[in-house]
């Protein structure tokens, strides 16, 4: 069979070809230049990403007649032979067919003997985490006091299953996975050399079925190839490879924005006739959520490994979702997905999702529907944090209100100023007094401290990594404006910052979130009202 196979017909000869690795292949080199070889060094990280090539190239580097050099020539005997994998100093090993003591030892014995005619012998043990214990143990001693010119190249896919004592002894190199661009730019080199057009959506459908893995995407090009010819569209990469067009995600998503439930079952039927893989099709919806979530968080689609149609879209329905309902979702599909992998009617469970994710409820926070029921207007939602008395008779109830303004900070006169220092010293006393009538707000303010005051604008800060707190505050800036004028005769402009100097002290009053699961569960057992919003709505506590 003279047909070379792409992955080995451009497989890098030397360390400046190999793509994505440059923290290991200048490392290299320069031990090279500065003659500072190591006896052993581990090559791990994700399959084909160019471990066992790096280690050929080294090999090549060290026994080329013209070395040791970082630029070995390729044409003298030693090198040729390294490349057609038949040099008597150079040994490939597979871990996982010789993982025995008896194969270490047989090793063992062949390191008495000089090289020739290399420089070093070396020996490149593939998959070295398959060797048993014994094999390691017997190997030990070898690595501690190994012999002169003697080198050890272990490759792995699974560095934590080597013991301890075999990574103490060797120099660790971890190969990353290979970048989505990384892939399509070299698979579109390729292409031109080879003298095949290829979309470039079909480079990057390729690239994102390689998972970080340059030899799987030169094997699928080479399988696309051979299907359509010396042209490749991505309709054809798509048909061969079973992906599941985009489109048929952002369907999903723009029914449970409609809620329309029958043509989310007329979908799951087109799924299903279709023949896609019900697994497949949960995996690539969670990435289509998960796409949704970065570019509502970033405001930007460059974070994605998507088309610039689809990257578009995103963009354009960003405020479709909010995070919390994304969050949600996407659970929904892990869960369905681990689901349909061992289900006996795995139809059944895809359609049963598809409408569950069609008929979830948005996300409502509690703070929202305390407001639209008034709690300052309401007896119950008032004792809802306190004690959580039984019903109290009328004369109590209107009692109760005229308790909570005798118990507020004592408020100046109209047209009265404030300084900055007065309201530090009433804040703590603020916010608690403002928990008592708005539940939300109040636990918003006591994570908080007043920062600056001028001309009555009001800074509140936060600390740094609360931007959530900050975005709060500014919806509801009307109402604590009014909130503070109640209680200081001043109107002030508040507005939220970040505290980036830490000058928010630590706040008494602070309401932590595992104190406010327990206000919440605590207010759920006592209020009657909430307690029907938290049933009908199916609340749950965020944060």
């Not at 030693?78 to 090993?93: G, K």
């Not at 039984?390 to 006169?413: D, F, G, N, R």
Request: charged share 25%.
């Amino acid at each position: 069979m003279s047909y070379l196979v792409l992955a080995r017909k451009y497989r890098p000869m030397f360390f400046d070809d190999v793509v994505g690795q440059q923290h290991v292949t200048h490392t290299l080199q320069n031990a090279i230049r500065q003659n500072r070889i190591a006896n052993a060094y581990l090559f791990s990280g994700p399959r084909g990403v160019g471990k066992t090539t790096v280690a050929r190239i080294l090999a090549k580097a060290l026994n080329c007649d013209q070395g040791p050099t970082v630029t070995p020539c390729n044409q003298c005997s030693s090198c040729i032979e390294i490349n057609e994998s038949r040099s008597l100093d150079v040994f490939e090993i597979d871990g996982a067919s010789n993982r025995g003591i008896d194969e270490v030892r047989n090793l063992r014995e062949g390191l008495r003997y000089s090289p020739t005619p290399g420089k070093y012998r070396i020996y490149i043990i593939d998959e070295v985490h398959m060797l048993t214990n014994e094999a390691f143990n017997a190997l030990l001693k070898t690595l501690e006091e190994p012999p002169p010119q003697v080198l050890f190249v272990f490759a792995t896919t699974e560095a934590h299953k080597v013991p301890a004592t075999i990574l103490s002894r060797c120099q660790r190199f971890d190969f990353k996975r290979m970048s989505v661009k990384k892939i399509m730019e070299q698979l579109a080199e390729l292409c031109r050399q080879e003298n095949i057009e290829i979309e470039e959506e079909a480079l990057r459908m390729i690239a994102v079925k390689a998972d970080g893995s340059m030899r799987d995407s030169q094997s699928v090009l080479d399988q696309i190839i051979a299907y359509a010819g010396d042209t490749v569209s991505a309709q054809g990469v798509a048909a061969l490879l079973g992906i599941i067009d985009q489109q048929l995600f952002f369907e999903v998503t723009d029914l449970i924005q409609s809620g329309d439930v029958l043509a989310g079952v007329r979908l799951a039927s087109r799924i299903f006739s279709e023949g896609y893989d019900y697994s497949e099709f949960m995996i690539g919806l969670q990435e289509h959520l998960r796409n949704f979530l970065v570019v509502a968080a970033t405001g930007s689609p460059a974070e994605i490994d998507a088309s610039e149609e689809s990257k578009g879209r995103y963009l354009a329905q960003k405020d479709a979702f909010s995070v919390e309902d994304l969050l949600r979702l996407t659970k929904i599909c892990a869960d369905a997905e681990n689901l349909l992998r061992r289900s006996a009617n795995a139809r059944l469970h895809l359609e049963v999702t598809i409408v569950k994710l069609i008929k979830l409820n948005r996300s409502v926070r509690l703070s929202q529907l305390l407001e639209q029921l008034d709690v300052k207007k309401n007896p119950n939602l008032e004792t809802g944090l306190a004690a959580g008395p039984p019903p109290v008779p009328p004369s109590a109830a209107v009692a109760k209100p005229h308790s909570i303004a005798a118990a507020a900070p004592p408020a100046p006169s109209a047209g009265a100023k404030i300084t900055l220092a007065e309201l530090e010293a009433r804040w703590p006393e603020i916010t608690d007094h403002i928990k008592k009538t708005r539940i939300a707000l109040g636990a918003l303010l006591s994570e908080s401290w007043p920062l600056s005051l001028a001309d009555n604008r009001l800074e509140i800060g936060f600390a740094p990594h609360n931007g959530f707190s900050i975005s709060s505050l500014e919806a509801n800036r009307e109402q604590v404006q009014t909130l503070l004028f109640d209680l200081l005769g001043v109107r002030l402009q508040v507005s939220g910052v970040r505290d980036a100097e830490g000058r928010v002290p630590k706040n008494p009053n602070a309401v932590l979130p595992s104190d406010r699961k327990r206000e919440f569960e605590k207010l759920a057992e006592e209020n009657e009202l909430i307690k029907k919003i938290v049933d009908t709505f199916d609340t749950e506590f965020l944060k």
